[in-house]
């Protein structure tokens, strides 16, 4: 749906909220937070010496039920997720995974 325009965001470095906004010009919807959620990904990196970290930023859109995963990472990693800089450093956007859902279906008690 949306793959040719991420693809041309997919290893840029921006902050979260630059990438908010070329995802709502990719999508041409609005987003409900610019910022999105953060969570962190603990994996198990084949080559812990690279000393990288990954996240994954959810950005959930507005009048929709469909939600946008971004995967980012680092390379400056710190040992706790407080210690990250959210709104200003810039990250390297590894993935980008449009999630569509489906909307509810409305019971008789709704209607």
Known sequence: MHEEKFYLIEGKKMTIKE???ELEAATGSELEDIQG?????VVKKPAPERGFEAFTVTFHLKHSVDLIDAVITTDNPKKRLADYDFENTEY????????????PI??????
């Open 19 to 21: 990438l908010g906004q």
């Open 106 to 111: 409305k019971n008789d008690s709704e209607l």
């Open 37 to 41: 959620s953060i969570d962190r990904v």
């Open 92 to 103: 390297t956007v590894r993935l980008i995974s449009y999630i569509r859902k489906e909307e």
